[in-house]
């Protein structure tokens, strides 16, 4: 399909393992960006690419988690030494332009992580 | 810094009634853009509808409407004609339009979960 895809769909992990979730976001979307959704809640923001270039990364809880776009299609969110409060749905979401942009981010259907 | 507030944990309406769904928003930027998604059990995150903070007209998409009262800075989604498969949650969302102002990324409530009685 045309849309934002994300794999895994569910991911399970033992506590302190490696983990990289992929999004192929949609053909031609300058604008990336990941998100973090807890059980209940909304989601917030991770970090943003413009292209390859990462240029917010300010929403990474901690500098276990990586993330990289290096040929500005397909994205990586990496976790390192995962942990249990890590659980939740990664959303990966897209969108035409870049900044000052009023297009609508298009989101893929998430990558459920589960620590245990 | 930016906030979507959302009261109403949950809601429920009679198929084919309206119901409104409740947003406010705090924010400092002049220029914003208001989203609401929806998100059913599967997951995914559906945009339905949007309002630039400058639109003079309420955004409308088929049976949905925006109702947009910048003074009030609240931005209430309004669905007409409810069917069953409106149930899911309903998150309302704001990007800063501003420039020099954040990449743009989505500020979202806490969303309200819409069921809809037969």
């Known amino acids: 399909g045309a849309g934002v895809s994300q794999s895994p769909r569910y991911k399970v992990a033992k506590r302190g393992q490696d983990v990289a979730l992929r999004c192929d976001p949609i053909s031609g979307h300058v604008s990336l960006f990941w998100y973090q959704q807890a059980l209940g809640q909304g989601p917030e923001f991770l970090t943003y690419f413009q292209n390859e270039a990462q240029l917010d990364k300010s929403g990474l809880p901690s500098d276990r988690f990586f993330a990289e776009r290096p040929e500005g299609s397909v994205s990586t969110l990496k976790i390192q030494r995962t942990q249990q409060e890590d659980s939740a749905v990664y959303l990966c979401?897209?969108?035409?332009?870049?900044?000052?942009?009023?297009?609508?981010?298009?989101f893929g259907d998430g990558t459920r992580l589960s620590i245990l | 810094a930016q906030k979507i507030t959302q009261t109403q944990p949950g809601m429920f309406v009679q198929e084919k009634e309206a119901v409104t769904l409740d947003c406010t928003y705090d924010?400092?930027?002049?220029?914003?853009?208001l989203f609401w998604y929806k998100q059913p059990s599967s997951g995914e995150m559906i945009f339905l509808i949007y309002q630039g903070s400058y639109d003079e007209q309420n955004a409308t998409e088929g049976r949905y409407s925006l109702n947009f009262q910048k003074a009030r800075k609240s931005a209430n989604l309004v669905i007409s004609a409810s069917q069953l498969g409106d149930s899911a949650m309903y998150f309302c969302?704001?990007?800063?339009?501003?420039?020099?102002?954040?990449?743009?990324?989505?500020?979202f409530g806490k969303g309200t979960k819409l069921s809809v009685k037969p």
């Open positions: 924010t400092s930027d002049q220029s914003y853009g």
């Open positions: 979401a897209s969108s035409l332009r870049g900044l000052r942009s009023n297009q609508p981010q298009h």
């Open positions: 969302a704001m990007r800063s339009l501003n420039y020099g102002g954040s990449q743009g990324n989505l500020i």
